[in-house]
């Protein structure tokens, strides 16, 4: 029979030898998930979706202080209000993703900017950073809004744009409101579900097997890119801002789940409405019942339009 010091041993090189696997699986997932995050690829842009507004568009463009320039569609309605809203896009996507949304802002006499978000679309960016930069991209477009509408400012996003337009909101002024579908609290909270729902496991597992690589990731991406995702975080930013704010989000979104919506109203509930929405997948409320959308949105804002002035 073996002796226990041989058992022993044996133990000890099982341990060094699974502790060496498991951190070489980390660095390869972590490398992983740098790519899913900020190595996107860029959507190109269909020439023929701006003239679907049914208003003359314009091609506009500012420079962020980093050197990125950035582009965006502007159009006025026939019969301008004075207000405007700047629609915000998901991750891998372009401003033609948010121009069906556009439509309904122009119907009712907004003015609408519809950016491609840095390192998406057209627009400049070495990478995205959900927030960290893109909030202050928000505000510069903004300042470049005032000339062109004198009245209320409004943001509206999607997804990562509505994590982007949240965080926009603490630090621009001038917003009047604010409405946005499937937002992510923290950072860290959707890395941990990215993790989790490319493991096919719950939450607990970037919280213990995943969590190695979720740390070299975020390590990566700030010794390479000089970077701290963390800093994306728009549950920070809704208890600092008192932005009207309309969240929305759908009960069968398993992509950014409703939790998120709900931790941020929670944190922002002095200003904010939260409408879940029966059914409605990810981004998907506007689908589940059009006019009911129209009119919750349209008219936060119009309910919101002397605020912040």
């Known amino acids: 029979m073996p002796s226990m010091q041989g058992l022993g041993h044996k133990a000890v090189r099982f341990a060094v030898v699974a502790a060496f696997v498991y951190f070489g699986v980390s660095l390869f997932a972590a490398w992983m ?40 569609w502007f159009a006025q309605p026939d019969h301008p209000n004075g207000a405007a809203v700047i629609l915000l896009h998901g991750v891998a996507d372009n401003r033609e993703g948010v121009a069906g949304f556009g439509e309904i802002f122009l119907r009712h006499e907004y003015a609408v900017l519809l950016p491609d978000s840095r390192a998406h679309g057209e627009s400049g960016g070495a990478l995205p950073t959900y927030g960290v930069l893109e909030r202050d991209d928000v505000k510069q477009w903004a300042a470049w809004l005032r000339p062109h509408a004198a009245g209320c400012k409004y943001l509206f996003g999607e997804s990562m744009g509505a994590a982007i337009a949240i965080q926009a909101s603490a630090v621009t002024p001038g917003i009047c409101g604010i409405a ?130």
């Open 33 to 72: 998930l740098v790519q899913l995050a900020v190595h996107l690829g860029r959507r190109p842009l269909d020439p023929t979706v701006s003239q679907q507004l049914g208003v003359s568009v314009e091609n506009v463009s500012i420079t962020a202080p980093d050197g990125a320039v950035l582009k965006a």
């Open 180 to 309: 946005v579908e499937s937002a992510f609290a923290t950072f860290r909270g959707i890395a941990n579900d990215r993790i989790a729902q490319m493991a096919r496991e719950g939450l607990w597992f970037p919280e213990t097997v995943g969590a190695l690589p979720r740390e070299e990731a975020l390590l990566y991406v700030r010794v390479r890119y000089r970077e701290n995702l963390e800093d994306a975080s728009p549950l920070r930013a809704i208890q600092q801002s008192q932005v009207p704010t309309l969240l929305i989000c759908g009960t069968a979104d398993a992509n950014i789940p409703m939790r998120h919506s709900q931790e941020l109203y929670r944190a922002g509930r002095s200003h904010s409405e939260l409408w879940i929405v029966e059914g409605a997948d990810h981004a998907g409320a506007v689908a589940v019942n059009p006019a009911e959308f129209e009119r919750r949105v349209v008219g936060w804002f119009d309910t919101h339009a002397l605020v912040n002035q």
